[in-house]
């Protein structure tokens, strides 16, 4: 997470561990607010990624943000994942390219939303397999050159060889300098800011025990 006042990042900290997030997310952000000396009353702007993600770390997070918000009056804004990534890209951005992001959902797909060069959204996000990627792409921007981005790279970058002009930008996982740029570019446009929710490209995966499927029958 970050605390910045414009661009100007005031103190930052990140957790990388794969569990137990949530009870380190508060005492975090306790941490980088002191390290900016910085009151809770002076957060005028509360960003936070809806996903996708994990069901439990989205909720968490969201709660959370929430939670900071109607404590502080402060206002709340939700960008993607795909979005923090695309405005945390510094380019260099191919000549009338398309910008695809790419991010790993811990199975057999990959999550996927096309920007154009000015990260616009082209089209909603997807959950697509691997083998179908390269179809797919060119059945909506045909041989356009393309910037891949996110934390995939590697899985998509292995499907796309046969593309000309394909520029795959390493290290470029969502994070919050993402965030904080995806959501200064809201504020820039003056992007509408609806009510954040969860963004889940997929059902969640649920075990029905034997009991209760035999009191269901």
């Known amino acids: 997470m970050v605390v910045a006042s414009g661009e100007i990042v005031l103190g930052a900290e990140r957790d990388t561990a794969k569990h137990g997030q949530a009870e380190r997310l508060l005492p975090m952000v306790d941490a980088v607010m002191r390290a900016a000396s910085l009151s809770p009353s002076a957060l005028s702007i509360i960003g936070v990624t809806i996903g996708p993600g994990s ?40 000549s009338g390219g398309i910008i695809l992001t790419v991010l790993e959902s811990r199975r057999e797909d990959i999550y996927i939303q096309l920007f154009d060069h000015a990260c616009d959204p082209l089209g909603d996000p997807a959950a697509v397999m691997p083998a179908a990627l390269d179809e797919k792409l060119h059945g909506i921007i045909g041989g356009a050159p ?72």
Do not use: C, W
């Open 55 to 94: 069901f439990t770390g989205i909720r968490v997070g969201l709660a959370a943000a929430r939670g900071i918000a109607l404590a502080t009056g402060a206002q709340l804004i939700g960008v993607s994942g795909f979005e923090a990534v695309a405005a945390g890209l510094a380019g260099p951005f191919p």
């Open 146 to 217: 393309l910037l891949v981005a996110g934390d995939a790279v590697q899985r998509a970058a292995k499907i796309l060889t046969q593309r000309p002009g394909m520029i795959v930008a390493e290290g470029s996982p969502p994070d919050a300098a993402g965030v904080l740029r995806a959501v200064l570019r809201r504020l820039r446009l003056r992007a509408r800011t609806p009510t954040p929710v969860p963004l889940y490209l997929r059902p969640p995966d649920v075990t029905i025990a034997n009991a209760h499927q035999r009191a269901g029958r």
